[in-house]
């Protein structure tokens, strides 16, 4: 097979191939064989890969992304151009330039028509079904909490996902390095949100999500629904959590210790909110709402992790005789495991009138927001800026 391959690629190419300078890699998974020949790459194939092959590469012809030489539907092979540099490793990129140009890659990704989602090689399926393939299996799971991964199915089954052609494959084992700049291969090409591919990539390389905080992940895509990216982002963890047991069992332990960090993101959406501020039982001429809390009971954000409140001293001490508040910096105490406050003047302080409760106004909000240079406070920033010019 081999040596029809070579002669039909000394034909198409007009070239004489000399087998002792072939260099054959080994493919790991698929079975294929993968040899490359001068600037060339040749990969053997099977009739299903190969049509997927050419539907996405057809597609995409930007220059991260392999090129196709040549191919042939009787021999079952491909040919790309080879790309020069080297396997990724975290040290040739730090994180964030990592997942700055993965969403690059990932957006300038294009809607497809197809009838249902999943690999193009495969069976059609619906998303949420794919997912669920994906990143459970009762007979194979681990000894870990999957509450979150169950909670997240519920969220994208309330969404209706677009449909893009999309990688399928996005990770740092697809990826060559060459002067600081991330070249793709292999594709497992597939229909599904280009979300996926995002959010998939970064959670290939625990070197990458580790250094990670969760709110500069979900920073990206600002126009998608917030509460469908977190979904989909937890549902792209547990994917390479489960891929890691078999591939990198070494990582296992760095997965679990970020999905800790995941279950004790408890986040609390208005109603939530409203029934923490009330059980903290103070007066509210004696307190208003900060931060992301604020935007929530505004209906401008959809959860918080916690309540940050601004106190008066006789809120503080009324807060002090029914909890047991804990003292941090900057005058600030921890209330409970939901609640942080500061101590200020509220007279010197600007804040709105929302009701049952007071809220920090947007215009003071907004001067932090701006001279923030926390990731999460760039979503803030859009909102308020937003809300601010209505």
């Known amino acids: 097979m081999i040596d029809s391959i070579i002669q039909d690629l000394e034909n198409k190419l007009s070239i004489k191939i000399d087998k002792n300078n072939i260099k054959y890699f080994n493919d790991g998974v ?10 060339y790459l040749v990969k053997t194939t099977d ?27 009787n021999l079952l092979y491909i040919c790309f151009d080879f790309i020069e540099g080297d396997l990724f490793k975290y040290k040739s990129l730090d994180s964030k330039s990592f997942v700055e140009q993965v969403y690059e890659i990932t957006r300038n990704y294009k809607e497809y028509d197809y009838d249902e989602y999943g690999y193009l090689e495969e069976d059609k399926m619906t998303w949420i079904d794919f997912l669920k393939e994906e990143s459970y299996n009762e007979s194979k799971k681990i000894d870990i909490d999957y509450s979150l991964l169950f909670e997240s199915y519920k969220i994208i089954e309330k969404n209706i996902c677009p449909k893009y052609l999309i990688h399928g494959d996005l990770g740092t084992h697809n990826f060559i390095v060459n002067n600081k700049k991330i070249y793709v291969i292999d594709p497992i090409p597939m229909v599904g949100d280009y979300l996926y591919d995002f959010y998939f990539s970064i959670f290939t390389d625990s070197n990458v999500f580790k250094n990670l905080d969760v709110d500069y992940i979900l920073s990206f895509f600002n126009d998608r629904d917030y509460e469908y990216k977190r979904a989909l982002m937890i549902i792209c963890f547990f994917i390479r959590l489960r891929r890691s047991v078999k591939y990198s069992p070494e990582e296992l332990p760095i997965y679990i210790e970020f999905l800790g960090g995941f ?18 039982g103070i007066p509210k001429e004696e307190f208003y709402v900060l931060s992301s809390g604020n935007l929530v009971l505004r209906g401008l954000f959809k959860d918080a992790g916690d309540l940050d409140i601004c106190v008066s001293k006789k809120g503080l001490d009324l807060l002090k005789n029914k909890f047991d508040l804990k003292k941090k910096e900057n005058n600030f105490y921890q209330v409970n495991d939901k609640v942080e406050c500061i101590v200020e003047d509220l007279s010197k302080r600007k804040y709105d009138d929302l009701g049952d409760y007071n809220g920090q106004s947007l215009e003071e909000y907004y001067e932090f927001l701006i001279n923030s240079k926390r990731e999460k406070d760039k979503i803030r920033l859009e909102i308020v800026e937003k809300e601010l010019n209505k």
């Open 263 to 280: 279950m004790k993101e408890k986040r609390m959406n208005k109603e939530e909110l409203e029934e923490v501020i009330r059980e903290l």
């Open 30 to 39: 698929s079975g294929s064989i993968v040899f490359k020949y001068d600037k």
């Open 47 to 73: 009739i299903k890969e190969l049509e997927a092959y050419l539907e996405f590469f057809n597609l995409y012809n930007q220059d991260y992304f392999q090129k196709i030489i040549c191919y042939d539907k």
